[in-house]
């Protein structure tokens, strides 16, 4: 109770966005209105130390803002972590192990601070700031490098027994399926993730069947983007587009399953793949609900795409916090 007295009007929470590759920061008021950010790329240069840096986005958001008291700090950041001590357990990209990034972040600003997995906080801002508010049970898969999602059920985030839950990325879709990076076969994000399509389609490249990828961006996986992939599509190449659909189809029948386990009344899909190429990957993603989610769980169900592109995470998690502290007008 004391958290909602002192949440004054002229304090600001802050919502970050911790990523492998960037950094950011966004101030919100006690009306939701976006007052100061800041992003950065999450290693310096000079190879500082992330933790360093986390701080000084924060900082230097909140000096975009003119400088206002803080009531409190929700993040986003790549997990394992643990949601309840905000304890990061380990991030390769980040050099984090066992790191108390909630604490570090307390001690910094004085303000209480909450911790969760980006993936499950994007979630949380596509459901707390779009119209899906209006459903309790929300489901959300990101195609992108890998397949992150995020359940939510009764109005809260699913963490599991270990923190951990929400990995639909490692189900289990093609039991002799590619490695995965996980070190199992056939996981949804070995069949049909950005780099799985990559592979595929660097392949298709090497072999000249897919002359625009090989001329933008030769054989080169990481290279092979979701914007190159939608303009290859555009420029009329079929086996690529039938390489895309075909991956789409497996997110389907990920979701179908997950809607047969979980009966959510919303799924939302977001992530570079969805964003570069909306209508296509939504088409065979329905069609793999379609053919594998039982019909009295699947009718009805809102399937959409994200709306809030970046700022899903630095919304989510400003909602995550405010909410947690009782601050501003949360009900809405
Ligand atoms: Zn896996």
Same mark, same amino acid.
């Given at each position: 109770m004391n958290a909602t007295a002192e949440a004054g009007k002229d304090r600001v929470i802050v919502g970050v966005d911790i990523g492998g590759t960037k950094m950011m920061a966004t101030v919100f008021n006690d009306a939701f209105e976006k007052v100061g950010s800041c992003r950065k790329k999450s290693r310096a240069k000079n190879g500082g130390k992330s933790e360093n840096r986390v701080v000084k986005v924060i900082k230097e958001a909140l000096e975009s803002a003119g400088s206002p008291a803080v009531a409190g700090i929700g993040v986003g950041s790549p997990g394992p972590l643990d949601p309840d001590t905000g304890v990061i357990i380990d991030t390769p990209n980040l050099g984090w192990k066992d790191f108390p990034l909630g604490d570090v972040l307390q001690d910094a600003f004085g303000a209480p601070v909450v911790v969760d997995n980006d993936v499950n906080v994007g979630t949380y801002g596509e459901w707390r700031c779009t @119209?899906?508010?209006?459903? @309790?049970h929300v489901l959300g898969v990101f195609p992108g490098t890998g397949i992150g999602g995020g359940i939510i059920i009764d109005g809260k985030i699913l963490h599991g027994f270990s923190g951990a839950a929400g990995e639909v990325g490692h189900m289990t879709v093609m039991p002799d399926g590619p490695y995965c990076g996980c070190g199992k076969r056939g996981c949804l994000e070995a069949v049909a993730s950005r780099i799985a399509i990559a592979k595929e389609v660097a392949a298709l490249a090497a072999r000249e069947d897919a002359p625009y990828i090989m001329e933008q961006c030769g054989a080169d996986i990481t290279a092979i983007r979701s914007g190159v992939l939608a303009r290859a599509i555009d420029a009329g190449e079929t086996m690529v587009e039938s390489v895309v659909r075909r991956a789409a189809y497996f997110i389907g029948m990920g979701v179908g399953n997950l809607i047969n386990v979980l009966s959510p009344e919303a799924v939302v899909l977001g992530g570079g793949l969805v964003e570069a190429m909306e209508d296509l990957m939504m088409e065979e993603i329905l069609a793999g609900v379609e053919a594998h989610a039982m019909p009295f769980l699947r009718d009805n169900v809102r399937i959409t795409a994200a709306q809030l592109g970046d700022d899903a995470v630095v919304m989510g998690a400003a909602r995550l916090i405010a909410e947690h502290i009782g601050y501003g007008n949360t009900s809405d």
């Open positions: @119209k899906l508010c209006a459903h @309790k």
